[in-house]
């Protein structure tokens, strides 16, 4: 794999550290993901007249893994943008070249700018959609969408990121942290499952380079008991309580995906790559017996 391999890891994180709630790794496989910031280049094989593009990796983990890497199997290395099946051209083929019963892929070109520049748009709508002027929104939103944003006429040297973070695959056994009395068994948590979902959909404090601290470390969900006012989870006063914070977290989730599944179901949606699979909802679901 050279150089100009783009993504070598995956997007997602939870490095849980501290010594306040235990998870312990059903299997070994892990993964080192690249912080920082990296610059990508054309294949070796290309030539092209822009520069590279200067990509700010980290500024990206608030994105699931697979909004760029959408074929990841979610276990395996990820392997570079323009390896052999992907997008490997760095031009579309000409027009009537390629066979009608071929399958298409599109250019590195055309991958990149619909990926990047495409979502870069996206985002600039939603802050105009605000009621915010577009001279406004554009002072606000930073990341580039002209040409010479992402390809400037004096590029600076090819900077790749040199730390990374450790990320564990498949099975966490989530248990109750030390202090607190747990009436219910461990879970079973499948953090290779969760990749579809941005790094910050769970570690919402991460700042996308730092070490990812446990989520009961102090001033985090560090309350070991409710509320002696409430239980309610959904109460305030129970933010920091770390049995809310992971009920919150995870049911909700669950019980969303469910709805959304369910309302298509009755819309007459049949097709299961478009209904969307949801978790556990029962106690004994999470919490079962061994």
């Known amino acids: 794999m050279t150089r100009y391999v783009i993504f070598t890891y995956v997007l997602a994180i939870i490095l849980l550290t501290g010594n306040s709630l235990i998870f312990a790794q059903e299997d070994g496989d892990k ?24 990509f700010p990796h980290s500024t990206h983990f608030q994105f699931s893994c697979k909004s760029c890497h959408h074929e990841w199997d979610q276990a395996s290395p990820v392997e570079g943008c323009a390896s052999a099946g992907c997008h490997e051209k760095l031009w579309a083929s000409p027009p009537g070249s390629t066979p009608l019963d071929a399958k298409r892929i599109k250019s590195l070109t055309g991958a990149y700018h619909k990926v990047c520049r495409d979502c870069h748009r996206s985002e600039l709508e939603k802050i105009k959609s605000q ?18 944003e992402c390809h400037p006429a004096s590029p600076g040297a090819v900077e790749n990121a040199t730390d990374s973070l450790e990320i564990p695959l498949g099975t966490l056994t989530l248990t109750a942290p030390e202090g607190s009395y747990a009436k219910r068994p461990p879970v ?8 579809d979902y941005s ?22 969900h560090d309350q070991l008991e409710a509320d002696e006012k409430t239980r309610n989870i959904n109460d305030e006063r129970n933010s920091l309580y770390f049995l809310a914070a992971y009920h919150k977290a995870c049911i909700e989730c669950h019980r969303d995906l469910r709805d959304q599944r369910e309302g298509l179901e009755r819309s007459g949606v049949t097709d299961e790559s478009i ?13 079962a017996d061994s």
């Not at 920082?36 to 290309?46: K, Q």
């Not at 790094?199 to 985090?220: A, F, I, K, L, Y």
């Not at 699979?277 to 106690?283: E, W």
């Open 188 to 195: 079973e948590f499948p953090h290779g499952g969760h990749f």
């Open 275 to 287: 209904l969307p699979a949801y978790g556990p909802l029962a106690c004994n679901e999470c919490h």
């Open 131 to 148: 009621g915010m002027s577009t001279k406004k929104a554009m002072s606000r939103f930073t990341a580039p969408i002209a040409c010479e």
């Open 31 to 54: 993964l080192q993901l690249p912080t920082g910031t990296m610059t990508l280049t054309a294949p070796a094989h290309s030539q092209t007249k822009r520069s590279p593009v200067v």
């Open 199 to 220: 790094c910050q959909t769970c570690h919402h404090e991460w700042d996308g380079e730092s070490p990812v601290q446990n989520c009961t470390v102090s001033g985090c």
